[in-house]
């Protein structure tokens, strides 16, 4: 009774025994979380599940770090500079090697510039009549479709429907489930490389025919490793992304240049991510700020990255942006990227 006496007559004391409670007792909740978050890094490489979980990492960081950089700079204690270090060291495999933000000097094309569509179509799409105008609308050098929906496809292949603005084209077919139908169109003439050793499961590799005088050849991998739905399938497609990865590197070492689009059905982070990272030296196009992924592509915000465009450190990314479609529920990814001769690079 007196203390509720005593805290009508000083309200601001109240307050402030009552901040002291909820911060000791929420004190270890941000240990807690950046314990299971350092878990879900070091385990996702031999479990499954932990890998799928890295898809929400930002979800969860973002708000944790801005509550321990407020943190910080109203209390300056060593416990909260403790805390905002271990922050930014779970997060380094996030976006380490990566851009941070898009270069601001990237208004003009050169001719050494080379844009690249990847749109993952949707089997299922029901609005297959849109597909074909949302393609032709993007003005792509190069569109990579995955999952083509089938009169898409037969446009393309038969009926020739892009015959003058898209004149060359590679597929892989399909060899079930696990292995979707792929369909790049190019302006450029594409032929496969035959010795490539990959494995359909695995992508197709096109030799790039780009005029010299706009910079030369390159190869262009593309690869859509099957979604983790399963351990076996989590386990299939990182198998598929290693030997994709060996095969650019040797591609690498050899001084070509190298591209690689894929939808990798895996979040920045990931084990795929990484291992494309770390064997091939490639790294992804899309910055670490400023834009949100393709996936879902109904949300607004907070959508995940598993639609990207890789490229080596010879290359640079001049623009990157998602474009809503019709009919997916993948947005589409546009990326503009310098891609010069060797003897020209950096």
Same mark, same amino acid.
């Given at each position: 009774?007196?203390?509720?006496?005593?805290?009508?007559? %000083?309200?601001?004391?109240?307050?402030?025994?009552?901040?002291?409670?909820?911060?000791? $007792?929420?004190?270890?909740?941000?240990?807690?979380?950046?314990?299971?978050?350092?878990?879900?890094?070091? /385990?996702?490489?031999?479990?499954?599940?932990?890998?799928? =979980?890295?898809?929400?990492?930002?979800? &969860?960081?973002?708000?944790?770090?801005?509550?321990?950089?407020?943190?910080?700079?109203?209390?300056?204690?060593?416990?909260?500079?403790?805390?905002?270090?271990?922050?930014?060291?779970?997060?380094?495999?996030?976006?380490?090697?990566?851009?941070?933000?898009?270069?601001?000097?990237?208004?003009?094309? *050169?001719?050494?510039?080379?844009?690249?569509?990847?749109?993952?179509?949707?089997?299922?799409?029901?609005?297959?009549?849109?597909?074909?105008?949302?393609?032709?609308?993007? /003005?792509?050098?190069?569109?990579?479709?995955?999952?083509?929906?089938?009169?898409?496809?037969?446009?393309?292949?038969?009926?020739?429907?892009?015959?003058?603005?898209?004149?060359? *084209?590679?597929?892989?077919?399909? %060899?079930?489930? =696990? $292995?979707?139908? @792929?369909?790049?169109?190019?302006?450029?003439?594409?032929?496969?490389? *035959?010795?490539?050793?990959?494995?359909?499961? %695995?992508?197709? #590799?096109?030799?790039?025919?780009?005029?010299?005088?706009?910079?030369?050849?390159? $190869?262009?991998?593309?690869?859509?490793?099957?979604?983790?739905?399963?351990? #076996?399938?989590?386990?299939? /497609?990182?198998?598929?992304?290693?030997?994709?990865?060996?095969?650019?590197?040797? =591609?690498?070492?050899?001084?070509?240049?190298?591209?690689?689009?894929?939808?990798?059905?895996?979040?920045?982070?990931?084990?795929?991510?990484?291992? =494309?990272?770390?064997?091939? *030296?490639?790294?992804? #196009?899309? !910055?670490?700020?400023?834009?949100?992924?393709?996936? !879902?592509?109904?949300?607004? @915000?907070?959508?995940?990255?598993?639609? %990207? &465009?890789?490229?080596?450190?010879?290359?640079?990314?001049?623009?990157?942006?998602?474009?809503?479609?019709?009919?997916?529920?993948?947005? #589409?990814?546009?990326?503009?990227?310098?891609?010069?001769?060797?003897?020209?690079?950096?």
């Amino acid at each position: 009774m007196n203390r509720a006496v005593a805290n009508l007559r %000083d309200p601001d004391g109240a307050a402030s025994r009552l901040s002291e409670r909820t911060a000791k $007792t929420l004190g270890l909740l941000p240990v807690l979380v950046l314990v299971a978050l350092a878990g879900i890094l070091l /385990g996702s490489r031999w479990w499954w599940v932990c890998d799928l =979980l890295i898809a929400g990492f930002w979800w &969860v960081w973002t708000p944790l770090a801005c509550t321990f950089l407020v943190r910080l700079v109203r209390r300056r204690t060593l416990f909260s500079a403790v805390l905002m270090a271990a922050m930014v060291m779970v997060s380094w495999p996030f976006w380490s090697g990566r851009e941070v933000f898009l270069p601001r000097n990237a208004s003009t094309r *050169t001719p050494e510039d080379v844009s690249i569509l990847i749109f993952n179509a949707d089997m299922g799409n029901l609005f297959h009549d849109a597909v074909t105008p949302f393609v032709s609308k993007q /003005g792509a050098d190069i569109a990579v479709i995955l999952e083509p929906v089938w009169e898409f496809y037969i446009g393309v292949i038969k009926d020739g429907i892009f015959k003058d603005e898209y004149p060359f *084209t590679m597929v892989r077919e399909s %060899d079930g489930d =696990l $292995t979707p139908r @792929i369909l790049v169109i190019s302006r450029w003439k594409l032929s496969g490389l *035959t010795e490539s050793g990959l494995r359909n499961a %695995d992508g197709m #590799a096109c030799l790039v025919d780009r005029p010299e005088e706009l910079g030369g050849r390159f $190869t262009l991998l593309v690869a859509h490793p099957p979604s983790p739905r399963s351990p #076996a399938r989590w386990r299939d /497609g990182n198998r598929s992304v290693r030997h994709l990865a060996a095969f650019a590197r040797s =591609l690498i070492e050899a001084g070509d240049q190298v591209l690689l689009a894929a939808d990798l059905n895996a979040a920045p982070g990931s084990v795929r991510d990484r291992t =494309l990272r770390s064997e091939s *030296t490639l790294t992804r #196009a899309k !910055p670490v700020v400023g834009r949100w992924g393709s996936f !879902p592509a109904s949300w607004p @915000i907070a959508r995940i990255a598993i639609d %990207d &465009v890789w490229c080596p450190s010879t290359a640079s990314v001049r623009s990157w942006k998602t474009v809503r479609s019709v009919g997916s529920d993948h947005r #589409a990814v546009r990326a503009v990227l310098w891609i010069p001769r060797l003897e020209n690079a950096p």
